[in-house]
């Protein structure tokens, strides 16, 4: 009886101790899924702010590389307009350039036949032709030894033809055709004004007109002629031609001045004589005149 009584107790020991590990067990079971519940809390807020952040990362990689995509496709269309643009102005370049040679190649053609034409008449002597052409010749496109050629001939015609209208002037005034030696002495002048021979023409035409009865104009010339140290030898008949003309036009004073001129610049004259003569008789009139007052 002692023996189940002992048994009894021992049974209910390993109830009380096994009661109790249950509960252990229970409070350690509770505990670990507390802990596993927070590590599973923690790890669903580290997986929503990893995601979060995976999100935000995503996002702001997209944004930049979609900006840096913009910039670099803003710079590449920029050269590309750029490189287009100068495309264009050396195609338009390019055609002006190809305009251009087509035209100076017209133009060309074109010179090329009217120097034929223009050469031909310089073969024939043709001076008024090649006098009365060269302006509308050097406009053209002539290559330079053209253009100096041309403009050589020219002048050399041109100053011939001044010449030629010089002596017909002087054929004309030996047979008192002064009106049309004036004509000439004039065209002699227009064709080549800067001519050595020119003085000799002033003064003729200076004559011409005085003969003419057009002193006023006849006395320009003749001081131009005066003036002029291009042919010194005429300057002593441009006086002379002076005095004349003031006589007519009933400058005395002016005449006497101008033989005083002649007589004390070209004291070496043939005109000498004839001037001191002339001068003593203007002198008497011009005493006459005061004493008759």
Known sequence: ?????DEIREIKTEIIESRGLIIKSNNLTNSLAADLKSIAKRQAGYERRFTI?????????????FVGLKLWSDVRITEIEAEKEELERQVKDLRRDLDEETRRAGQR???????????ELIRKKEYTK???GYDDIRQELLSKAEAEMFRDTEDRFRLQLSVNAFQTGLGLMRTGRYAE????????????EEASHIPAVKLNLA????????????????????????DRELQDDAAWLLSECAEDLGNIDDAR???????????RSALIPDA?????????????GKAGR
């Open 1 to 5: 009886m002692h023996d189940a009584d």
């Open 53 to 65: 952040n995976s999100a935000v990362a995503y996002v702001l990689f997209a944004t930049l590389s």
């Open 109 to 119: 053609e074109q010179a090329e036949t009217k120097a034929a034409a223009f050469y």
């Open 130 to 132: 090649i006098v009365e």
């Open 181 to 192: 030696a004036a004509e000439s002495f004039q065209e002699s002048t227009r064709l080549k």
């Open 207 to 230: 004559r011409a007109l005085w003969r003419l009865g057009r002193a006023g104009e006849a006395t320009i010339l003749a001081q131009e002629v005066i003036d002029q140290n291009v």
């Open 257 to 267: 001045n101008a033989l005083r001129l002649l007589l004390r610049r070209w004291p």
């Open 276 to 288: 001191r003569k002339r001068l003593g008789e203007l002198n008497m009139r011009v005493w006459k």
